[in-house]
């Protein structure tokens, strides 16, 4: 009976008598509290179980994918903040203007194809590669 249980668990034989050999030893008492406490964690986790394959569909089965990503961008949060980065909004708000100023000047200096150096217009708007201002 055990090799064919064993068969259809996929355990070895000697695992399935070890486990078996667990329950042996105990009273009535205590194998119905732990069969009773096995069905309430089973219950549980059937639970978990079902909730993560029907969040799992909702996204298309990349569920794990986006629970790595989301933490591993928690941890750079948590490491930028406990090294010392700075959390206030308005840092955060000066670094973005920063980055748009740096951005609209690229952008107003347009590449020349004759001379290779960039070319504005008398209005300070750049103009593209065929002549036409932006």
């Not at 069969?35 to 986790?45: G, I, S």
């Not at 750079?76 to 308005?90: P, T």
């Not at 952008?107 to 004759?114: F, K, Y």
Request: glycine fraction near 12%.
């Amino acid at each position: 009976m055990l090799e064919q249980l064993a068969k259809q668990t996929g355990m070895p034989k000697e695992g399935l008598e070890k486990t078996l050999g667990m329950f042996d030893g105990m009273s009535d008492a205590q194998l119905e509290s732990s069969l009773k406490t096995m069905a309430k964690v089973q219950n549980v986790a059937s639970k978990f179980t079902s909730a993560w394959k029907s969040i799992d569909g909702v996204m298309g089965g990349n569920l794990k994918i986006m629970l790595i990503v989301g933490g591993v961008c928690l941890i750079g949060v948590l490491v930028l903040y406990w090294l010392g980065g700075d959390s206030s909004a308005s840092a955060a708000t000066e670094s973005l203007q920063t980055a748009a100023r740096k951005l609209n000047e690229e952008t107003l200096v347009a590449p020349s194809h004759e001379t290779g150096e960039g070319t504005t217009t008398g209005s300070g708007s750049a103009e593209d590669e065929f002549g036409d201002e932006f």
